[in-house]
């Protein structure tokens, strides 16, 4: 098992910056690769950005593409993501995810081959 929980949301006017943390517990941190998800009310939720164990292979969204950074501390067996340039689009519940498995550049981006989820941080941009 692999516990993990986020950290980091909050009320942010556009254009402003958040840092959502995500703190793993139970199993090797550094054996899983890690993503981002966000949920907009109303929408169904979306991939966002991917980490691979070893922090080599990244992965984002086109709507987060050069605004987003995802990062990962092995030590501290935690995952980041650097939001910046954000809008109100962003609005939505933010949620880090654990895969154990090989996955392609199309495969990161389903949510069914993750095996652990957080319970979401709320992002609010306000325009």
């Known amino acids: 098992q692999v516990q993990l929980v986020e950290s980091g949301g909050g009320l942010v006017q556009a254009g402003g910056s958040l840092r959502l943390s995500c703190a793993a517990s139970?199993?090797?941190?550094?054996?899983?690769?890690m993503g981002w998800f966000r949920q907009a009310p109303g929408k169904e939720r979306e991939f966002v950005a991917f980490i691979s164990w070893s922090g080599n292979t990244l992965y984002y969204a086109d709507s987060v593409k050069g605004r987003f950074t995802i990062s990962r501390d092995n030590v501290k067996n935690t995952v980041y993501l650097q939001m910046n340039s954000l809008e109100p689009e962003d609005t939505a519940v933010y949620y880090c995810?654990?895969?154990?498995?090989?996955?392609?550049?199309?495969?990161?981006?389903?949510?069914?081959?993750?095996?652990?989820w957080g319970q979401g941080t709320q992002v609010t941009v306000s325009s």
């Open positions: 139970g199993r090797t941190f550094s054996n899983y690769h």
């Open positions: 995810a654990a895969s154990s498995r090989g996955v392609s550049s199309a495969g990161v981006r389903l949510e069914r081959n993750y095996d652990y």
